[in-house]
């Protein structure tokens, strides 16, 4: 099983600013078969990225992926308000299938 | 437009079984993987299970193999989850979502939730 970690675990930020995530792999992910999903408090998680840098449909550009093997990254370019969430990315190169234990973007 | 919506999640005790349900719209059923999911009171998600399009393969977490089973029923759109044995680590809100590239999970249910004490 691909074991997946999220750092940081928190990250404190101003609406504006960057926010960079980061999931490494315990052992290569297959086709860059990663994606990542936001997750407000309450509701159901939401495709944000798939196949490492692929946005889902209706996810505005400033969320971008990318990285490959074991080290992918999710960028905001600039939070809104609407953005801060708990994010995890999730595998889906070996038949079982596994997420990371999530990074929340809170706001500082 | 997608929607999917889980029932059949109660209080039960250590050793019960129960079976949830999931009825799915507004895309065409059988020609999608489906899933289930799972999220602790205050954790991460889990990924429970996996059924194909026509129902011919499965897969299970280690966790809830042997256990659980997933079926479907593509002439009512549903989805379903019998769990058996269960365990007071089973206790979570289970989400059934459609795969996306077999693997993604690009649309969700709100959930039901399953609370699994004496």
């Known amino acids: 099983e691909i074991v997946l970690t999220q750092s940081p675990a928190t990250l404190s930020l101003s609406p504006g600013e960057r926010a960079t995530l980061s999931c490494g792999a315990s052992q290569s992910v297959s086709s860059s078969y990663l994606a990542w999903y936001q997750q407000k408090p309450g509701l159901a998680p939401r495709l944000l990225i798939y196949d490492a840098s692929s946005r889902a449909t209706g996810i505005p550009d400033r969320f971008s992926g990318s990285g490959s093997g074991t080290d992918f990254t999710l960028t905001i370019s600039r939070l809104e308000p609407e953005d801060f969430a708990v994010y995890y990315c999730?595998?889906?190169?070996?038949?079982?299938?596994?997420f990371g234990q999530g990074t929340k973007v809170e706001i500082k | 437009e997608v929607q999917l919506v889980e029932s059949g999640g109660v209080v039960v005790q250590p050793g019960g079984s129960l079976r949830l349900s999931c009825a799915a719209s507004?895309?065409?059923?059988?020609?999608?993987?489906m899933h289930w999911v799972r999220q602790a009171p205050g954790k991460g998600l889990e990924w429970v299970s996996l059924i194909s399009w026509d129902g011919g393969s499965t897969y299970y977490a280690d966790s809830v193999k042997g256990r659980f089973t997933i079926s479907r029923d593509n002439s009512k759109n549903s989805l379903y989850l019998q769990m058996n044995s269960l365990r007071t680590e089973d206790t979570a809100l289970y989400y059934c979502a459609k795969g996306f590239l077999v693997g993604v999970f690009d649309n969700w249910g709100q959930g039901t939730l399953v609370t699994v004490s004496s």
């Open positions: 999730q595998q889906y190169g070996s038949s079982s299938w596994t």
């Open positions: 507004g895309f065409t059923f059988d020609d999608y993987t």
